[in-house]
């Protein structure tokens, strides 16, 4: 992929994100960046990304706990 390629996939990817908010675009940009040739931390970065968006049920208690104080 050329650097305009690039450029273009990840402002595209950003663009819809925004109005989606849909996780696993934020996924896929981590995998398409360069991380500065540490594309192990791209992935792993995805990885995580994808485990929140499947696991909401499991962060809406803690978001609510944090709220009441109960979590710093």
């Not at 992929?1 to 849909?22: A, H, L, P, Q």
């Not at 940009?29 to 540490?38: I, K, S, T, V, Y």
Request: glycine share 2%; net charge positive; with cysteine.
């Amino acid at each position: 992929m050329y650097k305009v390629d690039k450029e273009n996939f990840m402002s595209s990817i950003w663009k819809k994100y925004n109005s989606t908010k849909d996780i696993e675009l934020l996924a896929k940009a981590c995998e398409a960046a360069p991380f500065f040739g540490q594309k192990e931390m791209a992935f792993e970065i995805a990885r995580i990304l994808r485990l929140v968006s499947n696991n909401k049920s499991l962060i809406n208690p803690l978001e609510d706990q944090f709220k009441r104080g109960k979590i710093n």
